[in-house]
C-alpha cells in the first residue's frame, strides 16, 4: 500500500517556474513506478510525466518535453516534477501516481496506476 501527498502547486506568471513534490509512505516505495497526469476544467486527465522505479528511465507528453522534468529520492521517498517555462495551457490539478513495477519501465495510462494523490492545483497566469 502506498499513500501519495503532492505539494508545491501555486499561481505563477506565464515563463515562470514551479517544482511540484510528492511524497509518499510505504516501506516498498523503491520498486513502484510514478508518474504524474494533469487535469484542467471539463477536460480529461492526461499523462505529464513517468519515471521507472530506479529513476533510470523517464518518459514525457510532446507538450512538456524539454520544459518538465521528473525526478526521484528513493531514500526520501519523494518524486519531484520541476516545471519551467510555465504557460497558461499547463493550469491544471497535478496528480502524483504510482503502481508497482519493473525497472526501466514507465507507464504513461491513467488507468495503469493504482494510487494517486489529492492533487495540487497549478494556475499560470498570462
Known amino acids: 500500500q502506498v499513500q501519495l501527498v503532492e505539494s508545491g502547486g501555486g499561481l505563477v506568471q506565464a515563463g515562470g517556474s514551479l517544482r511540484l513534490s510528492c511524497a509518499a509512505s510505504g516501506r516498498t516505495f523503491s520498486s513502484y513506478s510514478t508518474g504524474w497526469f494533469r487535469q484542467a476544467p471539463g477536460k480529461e486527465r492526461e499523462f505529464v510525466a513517468a519515471i521507472s522505479w530506479s529513476g533510470g528511465t523517464t518518459y514525457y507528453a510532446n507538450s512538456v518535453k524539454g520544459r518538465f522534468i521528473i525526478s526521484r529520492d528513493n531514500a526520501k521517498k519523494m518524486v519531484y516534477l520541476q516545471m519551467n517555462t510555465l504557460q497558461p495551457e499547463d493550469t491544471a490539478v497535478y496528480y502524483c501516481?504510482?503502481?508497482?513495477?519493473?525497472?526501466?519501465?514507465?507507464?504513461?495510462?491513467?488507468?495503469?496506476?493504482?494510487?494517486w494523490g489529492q492533487g495540487t492545483q497549478v494556475t499560470v497566469s498570462s
Open positions: 501516481a504510482a503502481r508497482k513495477g519493473g525497472d526501466s519501465v514507465v507507464y504513461t495510462g491513467r488507468y495503469e496506476y493504482d494510487y
